[in-house]
């Protein structure tokens, strides 16, 4: 149904443009042709309350009625605005009033808004309706929009549902009618950089939120073509260069944008820019060494958010993924057949799927809001860059609405904080420091895209993809246990899928207070010798590790966790590096 529905739209949005452009009655007949066979669909068969795959239906009637205006008869005409009226007085409530009730609902947002956009416009000199319905979506954009981001242009739910070209379609579409320029919001202006910093061009592993394990391709390549005219950012542009896929449409779009916005800057990479950023409207953190250039970029990325494992977030709180030159080490696990398909439930957004921390076994709430995180500090430096999420409060909550919780809401959870320390440009050292009110034991969880090699005597694993390699040193001096494999709880329902592994690193019970130590160094997969030696460094309320001639102390103090870091450049000049983020108390 969706593909024949696509294929009438198409019909009526490519034909009605080209009409309009040539004057070939071939392109208005088929418009007229394809218009009139949606108008005379079903409304109940066809309704939004059935499938939301109906509301496409609304789009292109109300293109279609706009441009071949002076084409249809007035019979034709009074039945297509008939149809429209009764479809939108339908979805108004179901999307743009559900979207003021729940700001948070994605489909009201994604869909709802862009379409009645549409017939707002098209109707608003035929009917007094119309004009009640774009009053509606301009109060949302003006007081509650961007319900999943803010200032800083970060989008909570992930890139799955974060490439949003139906919204730049929308605020080009008011702009053009009213001169209202809600592109001219903070949000706007540097949504730009959720893309550059955390799906860069070359990009390939899978992150955070539902269906987010694409490259980027041409919808990026769109999104970000059109932030580059409309802001006049060389770093845009610069990006969507580097895609080489066509561009995605839809054309009427694109043809009416590059009318009023005009050509954008010539491009510039993003050498100038910062190389980590934290996006403080969705607590995610970004960590490069050189995101202009993909054969020397090392990428991590963190999140620990507020807006929790809700809708379209998982639960992982204080998880990270790993890129190095373009290739994925670390990454996000699982896939996403369908919202709350059996394996998306039991897997994908579960704590086990992610670079994360199980305690007892058990992880955090999911499909909860409150389950949440935050990032509790972030420096950024030329050399050194620290980030420390706090993820107590996502453990301490339960699961919503699925039947198996495998939270850890119940297991007396005092404190989840995770510590890691960049060290330009191939070093990371990670501290996760936990406190239960009896001891628990803990597994640390990595996933990749091939089998990890674990060397249990020396407590070093490797993982290998194309020209990178990653070694992960556990540096906790007691017992663990290393266990892989390449099976998920429930496999995705349908599809051909890359297959995965999954490696847990288990730490029986050893007191309340736990401070798990890991370094991870990435290299060339043909030069691990050239790797730096990793060991441990301890004392008295201060634990680190020394990488080759660099040293990383973390000095454990109730109020506070203090780091030093020195250490020297490929020029052989010194580095030196102190801060400090929340304590152990």
């Not at 007081?143 to 800083?152: I, N, V």
């Not at 799955?160 to 903070?186: C, D, K």
């Not at 939270?407 to 890691?420: C, D, K, L, P, Q």
């Not at 070093?427 to 249990?456: R, S």
Request: hydrophobic letters at 40%; charged letters at 20%; aromatic letters at 12%.
């Amino acid at each position: 149904m969706k593909n024949q529905l696509n294929k009438i739209s198409i019909s009526i949005t490519h034909g009605a443009l080209l009409y309009r452009l040539t004057r070939e009655e071939t392109f208005r007949d088929l418009a007229l042709k394809a218009l009139m066979n949606l108008a005379t669909l079903d409304l109940a068969a066809t309704s939004y309350r059935k499938d939301h795959v109906f509301h496409h239906i609304l789009a292109p009637m109300a293109v279609g009625l706009d441009f071949l205006w002076d084409s249809l008869g007035a019979r034709e005409r009074e039945e297509v605005i008939a149809v429209l009226l009764s479809r939108a007085r339908e979805f108004h409530p179901l999307s743009v009033e559900q979207a003021f009730k729940y700001p948070l609902d994605s489909h009201a947002v994604h869909y709802g808004l862009p379409t009645m956009t549409f017939v707002a416009l098209a109707l608003f000199h035929e009917e007094p309706e119309a004009e009640t319905w774009l009053g509606d979506v301009l109060r949302y954009l003006e007081y509650c929009w961007p319900g999943l981001g803010g200032d800083d242009g970060g989008w909570a739910q992930g890139f799955g549902y974060g490439e949003l070209w139906s919204v730049q379609r929308m605020m080009h579409m008011i702009y053009v009618a009213t001169e209202i320029n809600f592109f001219n919001s903070p949000w706007s202006r540097h949504n730009g950089n959720h893309l550059l910093y955390f799906q860069p061009p070359y990009g390939n592993c899978p992150t955070f939120g539902d269906g987010s394990y694409n490259r980027p391709k041409g919808l990026q390549k769109q999104v970000m073509m059109v932030y580059a005219a409309v802001h006049q950012n060389p770093h845009y542009q610069w990006f969507a260069e580097q895609i080489e896929s066509p561009l995605r449409g839809p054309h009427d779009y694109l043809l009416s944008h590059f009318f009023y916005w005009g050509p954008p800057p010539p491009a510039k990479a993003p050498e100038d820019l910062p190389q980590a950023i934290h996006m403080k409207d969705i607590d995610w953190v970004a960590l490069h060494c050189h995101l202009a250039d993909k054969d020397r970029n090392v990428m991590l990325q963190f999140k620990s958010s507020h807006f929790g494992s809700f809708n379209h977030s998982h639960a992982d709180q204080n998880s990270f993924v790993l890129e190095a030159y373009g290739q994925p080490l670390l990454i996000d696990s699982g896939y996403y057949p369908m919202y709350g398909s059996p394996h998306d439930v039991t897997w994908t957004r579960q704590t086990r799927a992610h670079n994360s921390l199980l305690i007892n076994g058990k992880g955090q709430g999911a499909w909860n809001r409150a389950a949440a995180g935050r990032i509790a500090a972030f420096v950024h430096t030329p050399d050194f860059d620290y980030v420390a999420g706090d993820a107590t409060a996502a453990y301490q909550q339960p699961s919503r609405q699925i039947s198996e919780d495998q939270s850890a809401f119940n297991e007396g959870i005092v404190r989840v904080v995770r510590h890691i320390l960049f060290v330009r440009p191939d070093t990371f050292v990670i501290l996760d420091d936990v406190e239960t009110e009896k001891p628990a034991t803990l597994q640390l969880l990595f996933h990749g895209l091939c089998p990890f090699h674990i060397d249990e005597a020396n407590r070093v694993i490797r993982i290998t993809q194309g020209p990178a390699l990653a070694r992960i040193h556990i540096l906790e001096p007691g017992p663990v246990t290393f266990s892989q494999t390449d099976q998920f709880s429930t496999p995705p329902e349908s599809g051909e899928w890359t297959n995965q592994w999954h490696l847990t690193c288990s730490f029986p019970p050893d007191g309340a207070c736990r401070r798990l130590l890991t370094c991870i160094t990435v290299g060339r997969s043909h030069g691990e010798s050239r790797l730096p030696t990793v060991e441990r460094i301890e004392s008295i309320r201060t634990l680190g590790a020394r990488i080759g001639d660099t040293g990383v102390l973390f000095r454990l103090n109730p109020a506070s966790v203090g780091m030093t870091c020195r250490g020297v450049r490929a020029d052989g000049t010194a580095t030196n590096f102190a801060c400090s983020g929340p304590g152990t108390s």
